[in-house]
């Protein structure tokens, strides 16, 4: 593969001189947060890390995100965590945008950089430390674990996309190709935090809708995305919130590949909930 960038916000404030108009997107369908958002005084400190502060672009809220939480992670040199994940039900998913870290994982020490992903199941022990000079700043998805009678959790894993082969869309030439960091029939995974990739000019030919909802951090490229009835805008550093059965397609604009982190709700039966009268 060849080797690409991610983009990872840096924080500061905007001039009292630069206009307020912006692309932030707040609806009952989809949500757009723009990376011009993603400003310093809108991170949020968390127990037990230590140098560190997140962006937190998703969590669940009556009508927002109601699968899974998603944090952008900021972690200064000697920062880190040796009690990170407080909920004994949640799994996770880790993705380096930026810099270099130590994650600990059942006593075995792994050395992630960019590119780098974990999967961490519910009840696993895990530490992460910044031995580095410069900040390391990465994603980090968080759902509660839907355990199934008869199916074993999944076990912990460190990769990096530069070590998976995309798998091509069938009839697109290779323009369309997802890095998968889990096997779609591995029925023990109940969600997938995947990379998609367009080539310039590609596009998804039709209005997806299913019941998978999302959540889209662009790493790199822009796009016009279709969410819902509306065409917006993208670039590298954008976040977009779908919810589920929202209709979504896109055209990948410009010189280069447009890339998103995608997460999504995968392998359960839908919930039944409410009384009958």
Partial sequence: MTASTYYAPHG????????????????????VIPKGVMTDIVT????????TRAWIISRPLSGFAETFSQYIM??????????????????????VVEGAMSLTVDGRTHALQAGGYAFLPPA????????GATPVRFH?????????????VPRAFVTNEREIEPTPMPDTDGKWATT????????????????????????????ETHVMEHGLYVL??????RLNQDWVEVEAGDYMWLRAFCPQACYAGGPGPFRYLLYKDV???????????
């Fill in 180 to 207: 998968r960091f889990v096997d779609p029939e591995d029925v023990r995974h109940d969600m997938h935090v995947n990379i998609v990739t367009f080539q310039p000019g590609a596009v998804i030919p039709f209005a």
């Fill in 220 to 225: 790199e490229g822009k796009a016009v995305y």
């Fill in 74 to 95: 900021e972690v200064a040199p000697g920062g880190g965590s040796e009690k990170p994940e407080l909920d004994p039900t949640a799994e996770g998913v880790l993705f």
């Fill in 124 to 131: 696993c022990a895990w530490t992460l430390k910044n031995e």
């Fill in 12 to 31: 500061g404030l905007p001039g009292q001189t630069q206009l307020l108009t912006d692309r932030a997107v707040f609806t009952q369908a989809y949500a």
């Fill in 267 to 277: 392998n359960r039966h839908a919930k039944l909930g409410g009384t009958l009268s």
């Fill in 44 to 51: 949020s400190v968390l127990p037990f890390w230590d140098k």
């Fill in 140 to 152: 980090w998805v968080r759902k509660a674990y839907e355990r199934v009678e008869g199916i074993e």
